[in-house]
């Protein structure tokens, strides 16, 4: 529901993640999230950030996604990566030293299979025979994303013509791939630099304080309380002091950008800015908050903060 609002407010992008055994987060299918959206959406752009392509099949993948971008009429954007637990990868059998080789193969295959061509396929990971995949409705095919912060990678990322999403870190950490990114896709290639933060707003910096403390409490004694919820080592419950201290590093870290509108978008703008990014995508559903301020927080990003960042 939270996604159709933000489609019906004007969001230029809608993305989940794909997350496995984190049953706090529901996130283990997206393609199912995006399917469900596609008719009921219209303007978003809609897409995952990022599937783990040493946890899939490329062939199906390929298939999935293509099925996605008529579904969404042209709407999809693709998200790929490494992998972002490795704990999601040990689950499954798969030797972490294999990813890399996994992704570059089956990133070929998946754009060999959108050709809409019959073809065969031997590789190192993976052997095909004489497979067919309808392609998307995007030619061709939809756009791609990799999510990652290292440079290496996104030099790379550059030079394939993959748009890069980075995210999480301080923008002092996140300089050197951006740099990297900007040098190695050349000017006029179209490949977009996103950077992705953690967003809470509230009528004012006090109050944002506040309630993201009481936040931190909250999670903290829901993971106490069912640590099922979560594969991570589950702590004690935090003190008001203890989970203050932890939002004063969430901050630091510029892993969460909070307060009011004009401080949250005082520092998106900064970030915008001293990263050279052309999109910023805000996840504003933070754990610990209730439906009510949800909705709250996607209002005051789209008409208090938007607006702001764009007079910057």
């Not at 987060?25 to 752009?45: M, V």
């Not at 065969?120 to 993976?126: C, I, P, Q, R, Y």
């Not at 203890?242 to 901050?251: K, S, T």
Request: no cysteine; aromatic share 6%.
């Amino acid at each position: 529901e939270r996604a159709r609002r933000a489609d019906a407010l004007g969001l230029d992008y809608i993305f989940f993640a794909e997350r496995h055994f984190m049953p706090l987060y529901r996130a283990a299918t997206p393609a199912l999230l995006l399917a469900a959206l596609a008719g009921t959406t219209s303007h978003a752009r809609l897409g995952v950030l990022a599937w783990t392509l040493a946890m899939h099949n490329p062939v199906l993948l390929a298939e999935q996604i293509s099925t996605l971008d008529h579904l969404t009429g042209g709407r999809l954007e693709v998200g790929i990566g490494l992998g972002h637990r490795p704990q999601e990868i040990a689950a499954l059998g798969i030797p972490a030293e294999h990813r890399r080789a996994i992704f570059l193969e089956a990133l070929s295959v998946m754009r060999t299979a959108w050709r809409g061509e019959p073809f065969s396929h031997d590789g190192a990971m993976f052997h095909l025979r004489d497979v067919l995949v309808d392609p998307p409705a995007q030619r061709p095919h939809p756009p791609l994303w990799f999510a990652g912060n290292d440079p290496t990678i996104a030099t790379w990322a550059g030079r394939t013509g993959l748009n890069l999403a980075l995210g999480f870190q301080p923008d002092s950490a996140l300089q050197a791939p951006a740099t990297a990114f900007a040098a190695a896709r050349g000017e006029g290639s179209g490949a977009r630099l996103a950077v992705m933060r953690n967003v809470y707003i509230a009528a004012d910096d006090a109050t944002a304080r506040e309630e993201m403390v009481g936040d931190l409490v909250r999670v903290s004694e829901q993971l106490r309380a069912n640590p099922a919820l979560t594969t991570e080592p589950v702590g004690n419950v935090l003190t008001a002091d203890e989970a203050d201290g932890q939002r004063a590093r969430l901050l630091e870290q510029q892993t969460v950008v909070a307060g009011g509108p004009a401080t949250v978008a005082r520092e998106i703008a900064a970030t915008l800015r001293a990263l050279n990014a052309d999109v910023f995508l805000a996840n504003l559903h933070l754990a610990g908050v209730d439906d009510a301020r949800l909705a709250a927080n996607l209002d005051r990003y789209v008409h208090d903060v938007i607006p702001r960042v764009r007079a910057e």
